[in-house]
């Protein structure tokens, strides 16, 4: 008898890592037949149903990190909403049961949603049916989280899509990844995985209905494949390729907690990039010089903008979390590729060369003065330092510098504690960087992954143009050597925050150009650390 053909599918990495083990076959809801009574009753079961979800959410979201219980709170939120009811309520009314009613009235929104250019409220639609399916087991007393009991390595979750509640009941320990064959990259469940180091691969291009619960698969997250019934030969390489990552990963540990030097002892500050403030909880502040770059998007993808309180309370937790090294927060960069629905205009042909960063912040002064009260108020706790995004000319800094020290007047007046945070730029667009000396600020960031994208004319999303879009480019290097000599000259410090970075071959460029400063991903710390101690420029 011969033995079944290996099957290979390309997807897309959603967050890195490797994982064998017994395919799980998960994301089918096992419904129950249920009796349907008359509409009050029927009304009363789905009330009571939307009930029980809403407080298995607040149980969960209760013992939660931040960012899962903002995550949970969104959803929360969704269900509370009289309006969401309201289609199920009215079918119910006409005689339809319960969960008929539900599912339909779910299902038109999740297509609304699905129907969006916008890939932010694509993946919007995976909460959607999180709560639709969530009601629907409360409502048949189904229950269908994935169980890997039973299984000797550690399995993979495969399924069609997974929703934050479901990955959050999924016990992780039992399971070495996950692959997913819709979703996003940038859904709320990537974002949980790459937090929580958990391999995923999203938008597996094969048939989920073909795979048989308990086959062999490698997941291979680190180049982007799933391989299902893997042969002989590829488990030899998968074990290998483990090993050595397993054992790369051991030795570049031991530079986890020292301070950065360079072979020639040249102490290079590496700090890290929070890209939510969950992710901060799994990194000990002493491994690290600090933050170098705090994405504020995350703040802005609820269903309101979030107000000053709240902004507040995440800033401060930051400075906390420091201890007394820097916090480097960058203000809004929403536009380009991360739209905000009723904030970044939905008509631009071209969004990464449109109201994005600084300029949708100058041009939504409401919105940007809530962000800056919140960032002068945290500046009083500790070493707070502000940075704006796509700056493009002197002028947006100086219009930037009044407003903060407007608002520093004010709040002083108001006998609110407060503080002028160091001001800098991230250097991102070629005009700025040509001319980064021209610019009234305190600090310079470089942004490396949009510097390329706008010197090589090549968007950063588009893998066709993967050959062009070189951080190697000596343009790009040109770019970046000539902030770095601004910065000596100025004495003004000059990081780097993109990902070039985390590449230790890129490193040692960038170090060779003279740069004394990066940010990098929490995952990343050990292998840049390890990667400076090697550098012997
Ligand atoms: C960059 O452009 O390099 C950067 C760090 O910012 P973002 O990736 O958020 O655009
Ligand atoms: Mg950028």
């Known amino acids: 008898m011969s033995l079944p053909a290996e099957q290979r599918w390309r997807g897309t990495i959603a967050s890195r890592g490797l994982a064998l083990g017994a395919a799980v076959v998960g994301g089918i809801a096992v419904m129950r037949a249920r009796a349907k009574g008359t509409p ?50 009215d079918a119910i009314a006409g005689g339809v049961a319960a969960d008929r009613a539900w599912a339909d009235a779910l299902q038109a929104l999740i297509a609304d ?25 409360a409502l048949m007393g189904a229950d269908d989280v994935p169980d890997a009991t039973g299984s000797h390595d550690a399995a993979i979750l495969v399924a069609q899509d997974l929703t934050p509640t479901r990955f959050l009941e999924t016990d992780w320990s039992r399971f070495g990844g996950a692959a997913l064959f819709g979703g ?53 390489q998968f074990a290998a390729m ?72 995440t800033y401060a937790g930051l400075v906390r979390w420091a201890a007394g090294r820097p916090v480097t927060i960058r203000t809004l960069d929403a536009g380009g590729d991360k739209p905000i629905a009723g904030l970044t205009p939905d008509d631009e042909a071209n969004p990464f060369l449109g109201v994005r960063g600084v300029r949708l912040s100058l041009a939504r002064p409401e919105v940007f003065a809530v962000q800056i009260r919140a960032l ?42 407060c503080a002028m945070p160091a001001l800098g730029m991230m250097v991102e667009v070629p005009s700025a960087a040509l001319r980064a000396q021209d610019f009234p600020v305190d600090f310079y960031s470089i942004g490396s992954n949009d510097l390329v994208q706008y010197v090589t004319a090549t968007a950063r999303d588009n893998p066709a143009l993967a050959s062009l879009h070189d951080p190697r480019d000596p343009a790009v290097l040109d770019l970046i050597g000539r902030v770095i000599a601004v910065g000596a000259a100025t004495g003004r410090e000059v990081s780097l925050c993109g990902d070039m970075a985390a590449d230790p071959d890129l490193l ?26 090697r550098y012997d420029g």
């Open 113 to 137: 949603y699905e129907a969006e250019d916008d890939e932010y409220f694509r993946a919007r639609a995976t909460d959607l049916k999180d709560l639709r399916d969530s009601v629907a087991r």
């Open 376 to 417: 002068v108020r945290a500046a009083a706790l500790g070493p707070l330092k502000v940075m704006c995004p796509m700056v493009t000319v002197p002028a947006e800094m100086a219009r930037v510098r009044t407003l903060f020290v407007q608002a520093v007047r004010r709040l002083q007046a108001a006998g609110v504690a």
């Open 40 to 89: 009050a009753e029927e009304w009363a079961a789905l009330a009571a149903a939307v009930r029980r979800t809403t407080a298995r959410l607040r149980t969960l979201a209760a013992t939660a990190d931040a960012l899962t219980a903002e995550i949970l709170e969104i959803q929360t939120a969704l269900l509370e909403d009289e309006a969401l009811l309201e289609p199920a309520r």
């Open 508 to 533: 040692s460029l960038l170090l060779g150009l003279g740069l004394t400063t990066v940010s990098v991903a929490p995952a990343a710390l050990a292998r840049v650390k390890a990667a400076i101690a």
């Open 242 to 313: 483990a090993a050595a990552h397993a054992h790369i990963a051991q030795e570049e540990a031991r530079f986890l907690a020292p301070p950065a030097v360079t072979a020639r002892g040249r102490r290079i500050q590496v700090q890290i990039n929070a890209d939510n403030p969950a992710i901060v909880a799994g990194v000990t502040p002493a491994h690290c010089d600090g933050i170098g770059l705090t994405r504020t998007e995350f703040l802005f993808h609820g269903p309101a903008l979030p107000d000053e309180e709240t902004q507040l309370r």
């Open 184 to 236: 996003s990259a940038t859904s709320h469940v990537a974002m949980l995985a790459r937090s929580r180091g958990i391999p995923m691969l999203v938008g597996v291009d094969g048939d989920l209905s073909g795979i048989a619960q308990g086959i062999q698969a490698v997941l291979d997250a680190e180049s982007g494949w799933l391989v299902l019934m893997p042969a002989e030969e590829t488990r030899a």
